[in-house]
C-alpha cells in the first residue's frame, strides 16, 4: 500500500500535469508523458553537449544523415550526395518538403550557417573545418559543396552524430549566434515544436506534434528513417523523487522513466510495467589516475593499477541484478562498431595478474605514500565500485587513503593539478556514455595531449597520433589497424582502467509501444500509445 507521504508527493507530481488554462484539450491516448534523467535547464546543443539538451534537440531539430539501430549513418535530410575519386569534394542536395516550424524552406544557405557554428565545438567538426578549403551554398539553394584539403574518412559519421554536439540543422540568423553564447530562439525543422510558454525549468517542458512535418519513407530506426509523430502533446516532467516517478507510472499518471532506480525494477515488473533497454551501449566506467604526480606518473604503476582490477568483484557490488552490467576490457565499448580484443592481457584480476601487479608496483619504486582516492559518496553506484577498488589495491601493496566527497566535488577537485598531499588526488571513478566512449575522438579520456588533456593528464606523443589518424583512415581496414593499435597503446600508457559496462534500464507503460533505442537518448517519434 502506498505511504501517505508517498501519496501526496504522487499528488504533488500529478499536479503537474494538468494542462495550461486556455489550452486546447489532447486526447490522453495522444499524450506522452515522459520523465528524462536530468532536466532540461538550457537548449543549445552547440553549446553543450549534456545528454538530455540533446534529447531536446531531436525533438525539434533535423540533421542531414541519422544514425540507425545499428549505427550506420543514414540520410535523413540529405536526399542524395555524391563525393569525388579522391574523396576531397563532397555535394549535398536537400529532400523535397523540408521547411523550419515558422514556416520558412529549409535552404542550402541555413544548413551551410549550422555547420559552421557545429564546426566551431564539436571535436569532429573542428577537425574537419581545419581541413575545409570551402563549404558553400549552390546557386540553386538546395545543394552545398564542401571542399576539403585531404580525405575525412568520418565526414557521415560526424554529419550524424546523435549525441555529443549534435549537428544540429537550425536557421541561418539564428545560427549566426556566436557558437560559444547560448541561443535564445528555438526554430527547429524537427517532428515535434518546442512549447516555449509552457516550458518551466525545474519543472516541465511541453512540445507539440509539427503537423507540417514530412517524415522519409524508410521505417524508423534510430535517429535514421521515417520520424512519425504518433501523438500530439510530449510532456517531460523533472520529478526527482525516484519513489514518486515510479508510483506516477504505476498509477498510469506517466508513461516512460529513463531512468528508474535499479532498485524499483522488481516492483514495476510486478506491477506490470516493461523494463526496456533503450542504451545499448550503456556506461563504461573509468578508473581515472593522476598521470603527474607518483607513483602514477610510471607506467609500470598504472599497469599494476590495471593486472589487479577485478571486474567482476566491482560490478557485483555496484549491481545487485547481473543483467545489468557485463565485464568488459574494450576500450572502445563491448557491443560498439569499434569493439576489438587487441592488447587485452589474460586473466585481468586473477591471483597471477595480482603476483605481476606486485612486482610492477616494486619496479616503480613506489614508496607506500598513501594513495589518494576520491569517493564520490552520493552516488551509490562509484561509491561501491571506490570501496571495492581500495580493497583491491591493498592485496597488492598500494596504502589507500580513501577521501569522501559527493560528485560535484570530485568533479571540482579532479582539475587540481597539485600534488595529493597539498589538495590534489591520486584516483578518482567516473563513467562515460557509451556512444562517446566508443568514437576514438570522442572519447575524451582516451586523449593524451599533456596539459590539453582531461584531468589526469596522460601525456604521449604516439598514442595521441594514432588518436589523430583515425579520422583520416582510406578505408575500413585502415579504420580496423588503427583501433587495434591504438588500445595495444593504451594497455600500455594505461589512460584509465575500465572497470566494467553497465546498462541502466528504463520503465515504460504496457500501454506504449514503438519506443526506438538509441544511446544516450530519449526518441518520442514512432511511438505509440493505447487507449484505455
Known amino acids: 500500500m502506498m505511504t501517505r507521504l508517498a501519496s501526496a508527493a504522487l499528488l504533488a507530481a500529478v499536479a503537474l500535469f494538468a494542462a495550461p488554462a486556455g489550452a486546447q484539450p489532447v486526447p490522453p491516448e495522444r499524450v506522452l508523458r515522459m520523465v528524462p534523467n536530468a532536466d532540461l535547464q538550457t537548449l543549445d546543443p552547440i553549446n553543450t553537449t549534456a545528454g538530455v539538451v540533446q534529447s531536446h534537440a531531436h525533438m525539434i531539430y533535423d540533421q542531414l544523415f541519422g544514425r540507425d539501430e545499428n549505427q550506420r549513418p543514414q540520410p535523413q535530410m540529405v536526399g542524395d550526395f555524391s ?135 524508410e521505417p524508423a530506426s534510430g535517429t535514421a528513417g521515417g520520424k512519425v509523430a504518433h501523438v500530439d502533446r510530449v510532456e517531460w516532467l523533472n520529478i526527482a523523487n525516484a519513489q514518486t516517478a515510479v508510483l506516477a507510472l504505476i498509477q498510469g499518471e506517466l508513461d516512460y522513466v529513463e531512468s528508474p532506480g535499479v532498485d524499483f525494477l522488481p516492483m514495476l515488473q510486478r506491477r506490470g510495467m516493461r523494463i526496456i533497454r533503450t542504451n545499448t551501449l550503456g556506461a563504461p566506467g573509468m578508473i581515472r589516475m593522476n598521470h603527474i604526480h607518483p607513483p602514477f606518473n610510471d607506467a609500470r604503476a598504472r599497469q599494476a593499477l590495471m593486472l589487479l582490477v577485478n571486474q567482476e568483484e566491482i560490478l557485483q557490488a555496484m549491481f545487485p541484478d547481473p543483467s545489468l552490467y557485463q565485464v568488459c576490457h574494450a576500450f572502445f565499448v563491448c557491443g560498439s562498431p569499434q569493439e576489438t580484443n587487441a592488447g587485452v592481457p589474460e586473466g585481468l584480476g586473477s591471483p597471477a595478474a595480482r603476483e605481476r601487479a606486485r612486482q610492477l608496483l616494486r619496479e616503480s619504486g613506489y614508496d607506500g605514500a598513501p594513495i589518494v582516492i576520491m569517493d564520490p559518496t552520493d552516488n551509490p553506484f562509484v561509491h561501491a565500485a571506490t570501496l571495492v577498488l581500495a580493497q583491491q589495491m591493498q592485496q597488492v601493496g598500494f596504502r589507500t587513503d580513501v577521501q569522501a566527497t559527493d560528485f560535484a566535488s570530485m568533479a571540482q577537485r579532479r582539475a587540481n593539478r597539485r600534488p595529493p598531499a597539498e589538495g590534489g588526488w591520486h584516483i578518482g571513478l567516473t563513467f562515460w556514455n557509451g556512444l562517446g566512449a566508443s568514437d576514438p575522438v570522442g572519447n575524451v579520456p582516451m586523449q593524451a595531449s599533456c596539459e590539453r588533456a582531461w584531468p589526469g593528464w596522460p601525456c604521449d606523443a604516439d598514442h595521441q597520433a594514432l588518436i589523430d589518424a583515425f579520422p583520416y583512415a582510406a578505408n575500413e581496414a585502415e579504420r580496423r589497424r588503427i583501433l587495434d593499435a591504438l588500445q595495444e597503446s593504451a594497455y600500455r600508457l594505461v589512460p584509465y582502467v575500465p572497470h566494467g559496462q553497465w546498462y541502466l534500464p528504463s520503465a515504460i507503460s504496457p500501454r506504449i509501444s514503438g519506443v526506438l533505442a538509441m544511446p544516450g537518448i530519449i526518441i518520442a517519434w514512432n511511438v505509440r500509445k493505447a487507449a484505455r
Not at 542536395?93 to 544557405?109: I, K, N, Q, S
Not at 566551431?120 to 567538426?125: F, M, S
Not at 574518412?153 to 555529443?164: E, F, I, W
Not at 560559444?180 to 528555438?186: D, G, L, S, V, Y
Open 83 to 217: 563525393v569525388s575519386a579522391d574523396a576531397l569534394a563532397w555535394r549535398f542536395t536537400l529532400r523535397d518538403g523540408l521547411a523550419f516550424h515558422d514556416g520558412a524552406p529549409v535552404t542550402a544557405e541555413d544548413v551551410v550557417a549550422s555547420l559552421r557554428r557545429w564546426g566551431a565545438r564539436d571535436p569532429h567538426g573542428r577537425q574537419i573545418m581545419a581541413i575545409t578549403e570551402a563549404l558553400a551554398p549552390e546557386p540553386d539553394g538546395k545543394s552545398f559543396t564542401w571542399r576539403l584539403r585531404r580525405p575525412y574518412g568520418l565526414m557521415l559519421d560526424a554529419l550524424s552524430k546523435p549525441a555529443g554536439n549534435m549537428p544540429a540543422i537550425m536557421p541561418a540568423r539564428v545560427a549566426a549566434t556566436d557558437p560559444f553564447t547560448a541561443i535564445t530562439e528555438t526554430v527547429g525543422s524537427g517532428p515535434f515544436v518546442f512549447v516555449r510558454e509552457e516550458w518551466v525549468p525545474g519543472s516541465r517542458v511541453v512540445y507539440r506534434r509539427n503537423p507540417a512535418y514530412v517524415p522519409r519513407a
